[in-house]
């Protein structure tokens, strides 16, 4: 059964992939994207595509009768959140909350919101399950825990169906969608950079955490897997209820880990330096996700490292043509 969907922030990495799997599962998607981080190009053809603010666009939009929103617009640059706050406060709380109201007002019964590890912060234990604390380090975090405490609000009181998706380190690409930001900072992105001689080496953030290799450890998942647990999450949401899913591999990767991946995979001998440890970057973020495998009957099938890299190596490549 098609569902009509909004998709917001779907010219952007992981939005993209999702819209990506909605049209080609059957669902009628419209993204609204205002193109401050996405790319029109990276729509898929069989979407419709409506420049614009997320709250703005997706407010009036919702008055044409939809069957959910999912929300991916976001401003997600950790740093950056950190030293301009106010552009994250209002870009996404106040953004979502209008979202939230206009899907009120139209009567639009799902959402599927994109969260994070990040509002989980500093964690006392590994793997991360859903029910351990939430105290972000960050403003970007801050946000998205603050977006996640207005969803349960909605949630109970009007009878939305809502899940948020907490999502540990992205990864991978599928075909021509992938990751292509403007300011760069992960890892695997960066150090394909080195590997197409963009870039001359990668800089590795701490070499002195308590993990075996000394380097931080991170959860990397396949956005095709990822974006898979969206369509899920479509499925299962239930009136009223307002549920939350931690989605990783399971497994942590070493920074070291994934610079040996890459140079498996590219052929290139990607030349690192020890630098300082990078402010806020906790030694080691995996996530508990059975919650997800058990409720949502989500399984993550892109779990190999060497094939998470090989296919956003395949990505960067054509990107270059
Ligand atoms: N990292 C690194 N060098 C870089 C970029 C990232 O050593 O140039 C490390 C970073 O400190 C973290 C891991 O790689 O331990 C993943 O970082 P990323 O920014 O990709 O994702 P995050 O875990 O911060 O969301």
Not at 15 to 36: I, K, M, N, W
Not at 78 to 105: C, I
Not at 111 to 124: D, H, I, K, N, R
Not at 202 to 223: C, K, L, M, N, S
Request: charged fraction near 20%.
């Amino acid at each position: 059964n098609a569902l009509k969907l909004v998709v917001t922030g779907g010219a952007g990495y992981v939005g993209s992939v999702c819209a990506a799997r909605l049209v080609e599962a059957g669902h009628q998607v419209t993204v609204v994207d205002d193109l401050s981080t996405g790319h029109a190009d990276a729509v898929h053809p069989d979407a419709r595509f409506i420049e614009g603010d997320a709250a703005e666009v997706a407010g009036s939009l919702l008055r044409e009768g939809f069957d959910g929103v999912l929300h991916f617009a976001a401003k997600s640059l950790v740093g950056e959140s950190m030293t301009e706050p106010a552009k994250y406060w209002e870009g996404n709380v106040v953004t979502s909350l209008r979202l939230l109201e206009a899907m009120q007002e139209h009567g639009t019964p799902r959402l599927v919101f994109s969260s994070t590890a990040a509002t989980y912060g500093e964690p006392e234990q590994s793997p991360i399950p859903e029910t351990a604390p939430t105290r972000p380090t960050n403003t970007y975090g801050a946000t998205k825990l603050a977006i996640d405490a207005a969803i349960t609000s909605f949630a109970a009181a009007h009878g939305l169906a809502a899940v948020s998706l907490r999502y540990f380190n992205v990864a991978g690409a599928y075909g021509s969608f992938g990751e292509r930001h403007t300011t760069e900072t992960h890892l695997i992105p960066l150090v394909l950079q080195v590997a197409t001689g963009d870039r001359e080496r990668i800089q590795i953030f701490g070499d002195d955490y308590p993990t075996p290799d000394h380097t931080a450890v991170r959860d990397y998942i396949h956005v095709v897997d990822l974006a898979d647990a969206h369509l899920l999450a479509l499925k299962h949401a239930t009136a009223g209820e307002h549920r939350i899913y931690n989605l990783g591999n399971g497994t942590g990767f070493s920074v070291l880990e994934v610079i040996e991946a890459c140079r498996e995979v590219t052929g290139h001998p990607v030349p690192a330096a020890v630098a300082p440890r990078r402010a806020g970057d906790p030694s080691v973020l995996v996530a508990a996700s059975d919650r997800a495998r058990e409720e949502l009957g989500w399984k993550p099938e892109r779990t190999d490292l060497a094939g998470i890299v090989r296919d956003a190596w395949e990505f960067t490549q054509s990107r270059r043509g």
